[in-house]
């Protein structure tokens, strides 16, 4: 009588494979985890825009700002606004989980005399807060971008992966 009481129970061994199967499941995104969140900011910003750039020039932005961020520094109907020429392109992409908050900022750059251009989205977990991109010869333009945000910004050198907004100075906003 016993094995047929012991046949209604799963096997010790089945039992202990289970339990081995779902800890390497555990530790694997464990590990997943904590090297997906060790990286530096500017690593995780390089690998993020590396990600999204698979071809050459316009085409590795998001398919919603291709043609905001061609680079090109003249008007053109993607919504860039003619009321000043002066100054570089501004672009404002929204890293955050406010939705039209880079609808808002644009809108707000727009108002005191900024040429932008159409608004668009960023994934990056890379950047935690408000954050304005410039190349060498913009920095100064970037810290009057930056005072003008009304809940500020930091000012950082754009990483060299970082390939939207060419030509331009790149506002990324998660906050108001």
Not at 52 to 57: G, K, L
Not at 131 to 159: C, H, M, N, W
Request: net charge negative.
């Amino acid at each position: 009588m016993t094995p047929e009481r012991d046949s209604d129970r799963l096997p010790l061994r089945a039992g202990a494979m289970l339990l081995l199967a779902v800890a390497v499941v555990f530790v694997g995104l464990g590990w997943h985890s904590a090297a997906s969140s060790g990286n530096s900011p500017e690593a995780d910003l390089r690998a993020a825009a590396a990600s999204e750039s698979t071809a050459p020039s316009t085409s590795g932005a998001p398919s919603s700002t291709t043609a905001a961020s061609s680079g090109s520094l003249a008007p053109s109907a993607a919504g860039e606004s003619s009321a000043s020429t002066s100054g570089p392109l501004v672009c404002v992409y929204n890293a955050g989980t406010i939705t039209g908050l880079a609808v808002e900022v644009t809108d707000a750059l727009k108002a005191k005399g900024y040429r932008t251009s159409a608004p668009g989205n960023l994934s990056t977990s890379s950047i935690t807060e408000n954050t304005v991109f410039y190349t060498a010869s913009q920095r100064a333009e970037a810290q009057k971008v930056a005072s003008d945000l009304d809940g500020g910004a930091s000012i950082d050198a754009r990483p060299s992966a970082f390939t939207q907004c060419r030509g331009g100075i790149a506002v990324v906003v998660l906050t108001r």
